[in-house]
């Protein structure tokens, strides 16, 4: 079978993790990178053998025989490069969030529809077995009619849990990140939550501040939400927190917490009340299921995707649906 040729958009740290986990699906050929900083694309070529590098990713696609592109670069870059992408027709891995204003993923899922090409959103949470589990349990009702919904995400942020290596540290300048923690971290959980519970009718508070970093965007938040379906929900977010990931339903019969903690140390999965361990899925939770490479699955779920033609489990849409929320909450506070 003819592999799918890629090439890498970005050569920082998120573009060596999902590269790394691209190269080792037998079904991918990694042809070429692109980075702004002309060493860095070298090194990134070099480390992963590919056949070349670029500083300008409209040469890659002009000079290059590539099926697919993996975009890894800062927020305010990814609306051109998705577009820019569709155009040249090649298939987009996008990372989060889709871009940083609605106007721009508008146009992003223009081109997606125009060119017809197969269009993965980074939504890596909803390959966790364990919330696949919870989804059941909650389409399923097993917990009841639900009336509200807790959710937390949280570590120490950017040049600290998570080692960002592009120097000017963009994820602090208000343009090119677009937002601060809510669309860092908070956008995660509302992709998941949109999924878990279906999309959300209105935003009805959101309250945000600047704590540990030197920025004008917020490092804590804090937004209160409905579901169309009535659901109630309330979702903090922080980089000035220990890690911490949390989803806890509360139904007429019961309540259930996963809580991912730290990707590293013991997850804790907590229910009541105590009769609710008779149900078959409940009792198929476990926290080890934490522990697994869900980006892996993630990134295989886009090869799969490409070589039967079928949509993505989180796509363009799913990407604005997510950034909706972010930017409501921004012009709210
Ligand atoms: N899914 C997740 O869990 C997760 C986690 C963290 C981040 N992310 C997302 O991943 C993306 C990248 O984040 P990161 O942490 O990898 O950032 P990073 O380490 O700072 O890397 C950014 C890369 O983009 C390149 N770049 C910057 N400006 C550019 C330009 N004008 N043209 C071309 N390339 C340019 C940088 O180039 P040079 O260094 O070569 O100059 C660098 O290679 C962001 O959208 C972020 O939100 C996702």
């Given amino acids: 079978m003819k592999k799918i040729r890629f090439g890498i958009l970005g050569a920082g740290a998120v573009a060596y993790e999902n590269t790394g986990l691209f190269n080792q699906n037998p079904n991918v050929e990694l042809v070429s990178v692109t980075s702004r900083t002309k060493e860095h694309a070298e090194k990134f070529a070099k480390k992963f053998e590919m056949t070349s590098y670029y500083t300008d990713y409209n040469t890659m696609f002009e000079k290059e025989d590539i099926d697919a592109v993996v975009i890894c670069t800062p927020n305010y ?36 529809n125009k060119a017809k090409i197969i269009f993965m959103y980074a939504a890596h949470q909803r390959f966790w077995t364990a919330y696949q589990i919870l989804k059941e349990i909650i389409d399923k009702e097993v917990l009841g009619e639900i009336s509200f919904v807790r959710a937390r995400f949280s570590h120490k942020g950017p040049y600290t849990s998570w080692r960002a290596s592009s120097k000017d540290r963009w994820f602090f300048d208000k343009v090119k990140a677009g937002g601060g923690v809510l669309l860092d971290l908070g956008i ?17 508070g959101a309250s945000m501040g600047t704590f540990c970093k030197e920025m004008t965007w917020e490092d804590v938040a804090s937004v209160v939400f409905k579901f169309k379906s009535g659901i109630i929900c309330e979702l903090e977010t922080s980089w000035c927190d220990l890690p911490s990931n949390i989803i806890e339903v509360h139904g007429f019969n019961g309540i259930i917490s996963l809580q991912a903690l730290n990707y590293k140390s013991e997850p804790k999965i907590e229910f009541f009340p105590k009769k609710l361990k008779r149900n078959e899925l409940v009792q198929s939770l476990k926290p080890d299921m934490f522990m697994e490479n869900v980006k892996k699955k993630m990134t295989d779920h886009f090869v799969e995707c490409i070589l039967e033609n079928k949509e993505p489990v989180a796509n363009a849409i799913d990407g604005k649906k997510a ?3 972010v930017i409501s909450a921004y012009k709210l506070c």
């Fill in 77 to 112: 870059l990814h609306a051109e490069m998705a577009i820019a992408a569709a155009e040249a027709r090649k298939h987009v891995f996008c990372e989060k969030p889709l871009t940083t204003n609605l106007e721009d993923a508008n146009k992003i899922i223009a081109a997606v």
């Fill in 323 to 325: 950034l909706e929320v």
């Fill in 188 to 204: 995660h959980h509302i992709d998941t939550l949109i999924w878990l519970f279906g999309d959300i009718s209105e935003l009805t």
